[in-house]
């Protein structure tokens, strides 16, 4: 494992194109795109204000920078760098702006969610789509770009647009049976529609692209609900994490439920692999060797820590939430699956330093990986089953079937892992600091020759 | 009579016990003034003799018996002693019949009154008992009242929390439905006040609201925009119903060959159920047979009808295939049950005839082995003896030995007579290949200088022929020329460049391009001049070297100094070496 240098960039902006050749990152109010190969800069771009939002167009042509305080977009190109557009959105105000998957619109949410107004690159024109619901996610592109569904509020009921986004047509437009919509999504092969309540009512409803309803799930009533949802790579599974700490997943024929993972404080299933994570400072060195140190301190003063594999039964650290605050620290709210649906991997919020990962085949708790501090973020190889995260220090974390591995970043000055992201070949991780950046190359032999914890056979 | 008489007797002595009863006082009484008699005064005197015998006879008859004691004499005190004796006879059988009764009686009342004592005890006893349970029942009753009372309490408690937990659900009711009120108000108003915002903000034609592009872009497809037009809506109509029917028509057909699957993997459960049930059924169930076959014939039916249904995938056939995978299975579990139990029988019988089976066994193996010690020990005892023999005989072996030692010389000279005749031919063979080898050499050498002699004669008739001699001389050496034949220089540089090509293939048979590479524009003339075949002069110079290699040290030695000399006639060498070995 190779790492880079460490780049600076500010609000943990910092994107891949989606052709993987360039990187794009903002430092306050610049715009630096490098190549990815040299990390080289290619172009350097000047906004006018420190960017809030950046983000590659589906071509990799151009790049939006959004300056919400502003209500101010910039666009750029990479092909012709002399080439500027800036959009306005006036005194009303921007919350959130995007690129419609044709690369040559673009969507910018006003403040108090007003509406939707999509500016084209391509002939100047505006339009505009009234009534967006402020939810968890309001609006949502297809796979393959061909349509939006957009969540709207209007006389205090939920309905749901669908757009071509080819020419903004509107193709269907129709009420939800949502007490209070809190999001949607549509499934990746773009023919289902997922549409979950808020989280007073456990409800999930699933629309046809033609907005015929197919099914409405509901676990439960009477309690906190859905917290998240996330669809399987194939389409086929459709997971629902709840505050009941539990995740069920449903199938694409019937729509019911196939199975139900918990989230228990004690593991005792034997067949699952539990990872802890072991913390060991290094011993105190002594007065030669500290002042023979004293330049490489701050490595020293970092502590090594490794996985050690443990026999069941295992407690996992539980934080009691509050139960007088609102949106309380407890349920499933993050859900993973693998590039190749084979694995699914969730983060139980009471449960903060574990990650579950399931075996989506067997149907069955495969792996635990409990950190020494809350996981920040983890995200999953787009081509092999691989697994990374982050929890906030200057290691990187990664599991695999094979095993689990930590890994120290070998960066002065105490780079401590924020964020994580692959880029789309799985050959490298760009991890986020708190104003910094660092490219992790994997290799192939170093994870073979790494300090790869294999399981024991025997324990079977 | 007699039994009537006993009876009687028997009667007379209750009553007379009966009646003797309370005299039995009297009698004691009797006895003690008996015993005082002589001392006090008697009973008779014998004054009162008379008086006496007629108390004793009144006594006598009061008491049934015959009054008989007569005195003697009137007056006198003899008395006829034997109606005497027989009455005092009589008298003392009824005083021993009366004590005999007293014992039975009084053992009679110990044994009623030990009874008593025994009913007191256990009356006292269920007594003490009684009261027992009467407390306990009183404090049951004093329990269950205060249970009652409890319940009550519970109960009027439990409506009054149901009460209250109405109350707080309508409150609830009531609070929710005037949150959602408030909220649905609250969400018009904001609703009302976003509208009233978004028209302002038209109204006040915000200018800053605007889009500045250096110039436009085309779009991602390339297309131009179309216009909306009715159309264009249709045709997004077709394009998303046709997008829906093709993930539809997907999803069936993945769902079709999973039926498929499954259904073939029906097929073969049933297939390898009816073969694993065949063979066993007659042997198992010989009774039933008939309504085996019976049962087997229609199943050869059913499956026949399944599988000619199979295509067609309709309800029918699955039904069909379903219940007879029903029945195979219902046939091969009692079938396997059948099996455990005639697996349990055996293992039960085998447990019984344990100690029996080995038994005999046992006695056989005894046997056996007693039978096989006796075979050895005779084997043993002939051994030893033939040992013996042996040992005084030994003068006779060395004799056979010798025998055999002449016969086996003769084998040896006669192989050896064999391999001396085989090395000859070998020997002739070999003289023989070398003098071909030599001549084949011969051959070359005089090819050669037939070729040499052949090209001076073609040169010296071709400068005869052309008039500007010494001009045409320098022309045709200084290099490429258009002519046919190849001049003097050319022809060297070539055969280097051979030379060097032909020792690379034999050591390392280097792929053809590097030939091209080393020297083309000459191997292309010679290929021209057709004095190398393509690609098989490489491999004839392979094919020499290697049989020259086997055919011995002296051969490779001329071989390779004639490739040192003379490179230029490789080639001829290897066709001329390549004819004689052909």
Known sequence: MNFSELFKQSNQLCKVSPDGKYLATCVQYRLVVRDVSTLQILHLYTCLDQVSHMEWSSDSLFILCAMYKRGLIQVWSLEQPDWHCKIDEGSIGLVSSRWSPDGRHILNTTEFHLRVTVWSLCTKAVSYMKYPKACQKGIDFSKDGGYMALAERRDCKDYVSIFVCEDWHLLRNFETETQDLSGLEWSPNGCVLAVWDSCLEYKVLLYSLDGRLLSTYSAYEWSLGVKCVSWSPSSQFLAIGSYDEKVRILNHITWGKIAQFEHPASIDNTKATVYKEVERRPAVPSDELLQHNIKVGSTLLNTKSKYEICAPPIQIPVVKPDPDRANPKIGVSVLAFSSDSRYLASRNDNMATAVWVWDMQKMSLEAVLEQTAAVRCFQWDPRHPRLALCTGNSKLYLWSPRGCVSVQVPAEGGFQVQSLSWHCSGDFLILLGKDQLCLCYMDAEQEENGRLWRRKKDRK | ?582
Not at chain 2, 362 to 386: G, N, S, T, Y
Not at chain 2, 555 to 573: A, E, N, P, T
Request: with cysteine; net charge negative.
């Open chain 2, 1 to 582: 009579m007699t039994h009537f008489k006993l009876f009687e007797n028997n009667e007379i002595s209750r009553m007379s016990h009966v009646m003797m009863s309370p005299s039995r006082q009297s009698n004691l009484e009797l006895a003690y003034s008996l015993s005082t008699y002589s001392v006090i005064g008697a009973f008779c005197t014998e004054d009162n003799v008379p008086q006496c015998l007629l108390h004793i006879n009144q006594e006598l008859a009061s008491l049934g018996l015959p009054v008989c004691i007569e005195a003697s004499s009137p007056e006198g005190a003899n008395l006829n002693a034997v109606p005497v004796l027989n009455a005092v006879y009589e008298l003392l059988q009824i005083h021993r019949r009366d004590m005999c009764t007293l014992e039975e009686m009084e053992k009679e009342q110990m044994k009623k009154s030990s009874s008593l004592d025994l009913i007191q005890m256990t009356n006292s006893r269920l007594k003490d008992q009684l009261e027992l349970s009467i407390r306990e029942k009183s404090g049951l009753y004093e329990t269950e009242r205060q249970l009652q009372l409890k319940l009550k309490t519970l109960q009027r408690c439990l409506k009054g929390e149901k009460d209250e937990v109405q109350k707080l659900q309508s409150i609830i009711a009531s609070r929710a439905s005037q949150y959602s009120h408030d909220a649905k108000r609250k969400e018009r108003e904001a609703a009302k006040l976003k509208e009233r915002l978004s028209q302002l903000l038209i109204d006040r034609k915000d200018k800053k609201l605007a889009i500045d592009v250096l110039n436009n872009l085309g779009r991602s497809d390339g297309k131009r925009s179309q216009w909306r037009t009715t159309k264009a809506t249709a045709s997004h109509e077709g394009e998303m119903y046709k997008f829906l029917l093709c993930d539809y028509e997907e999803s069936q057909k993945s769902l079709v060959l999973e039926n498929a699957e499954l259904k073939k993997v029906l097929q073969q459960m049933k297939k390898e159920m009816m073969h694993i049930l065949s063979p066993c059924q007659p042997s198992s169930r010989g009774a039933t047979a008939d309504e085996e076959l019976a049962e087997s014939d229609e199943d050869e039916k059913t499956r026949d009808s399944s599988r000619d249904t199979l295509d067609q995938s309709c309800e029918h056939a699955r039904e069909q295939l379903t219940n007879s995978i029903r029945l195979q299975w219902r046939k091969l579990r009692n079938h396997v049950e059948k099996l455990d139990n005639q697996a349990s029988q055996v293992l039960h019988q085998m447990e019984s005839n344990k100690d029996m089976i080995p038994f005999e066994t046992h006695q056989d193996e005894m046997e056996r082995m007693r039978h096989e010690v006796q075979q050895c020990k005779e084997f043993i005892h002939a051994q030893q003896q033939l040992l013996q023999q042996q040992l005084s005989t030994s003068f006779d072996d060395e004799t056979a030995a010798l025998l055999y030692d002449c016969y086996t010389l003769e084998e040896k000279e006669r192989l050896k007579e064999e391999w001396r005749l085989f090395e000859e031919q070998k020997r002739n063979f070999e003289k023989e290949r070398r003098n071909f080898t030599e001549a084949a050499i011969r051959l070359g050498r005089e090819k050669q200088a037939f070729e040499e002699d052949r090209a001076a004669w073609f040169k010296n008739h071709f400068l005869n022929m052309t008039p500007f001699t010494n001009r045409r001389r320098c022309s045709s050496s200084d290099g490429q020329s258009s002519l046919s034949i190849i001049s003097e220089p050319e022809i060297r540089m070539s055969v280097k460049a051979h030379k060097a090509k032909a020792s690379t293939y034999t050591t390392f048979s280097t792929p053809k391009s590097s030939r091209s590479t080393a020297a083309p524009s000459t191997t292309d003339l010679y290929r021209t001049l057709r004095l190398i075949p393509d690609c098989s002069s490489s491999m004839h110079s392979n094919q020499v070297w290697q049989e020259s290699s086997t055919n011995g040290d002296e051969d490779i030695r001329i071989k390779s100094k004639s490739r040192g000399l003379h490179c230029s006639d490789l080639d001829i060498f290897a066709l001329g070496e390549d004819d004689s070995l052909t």
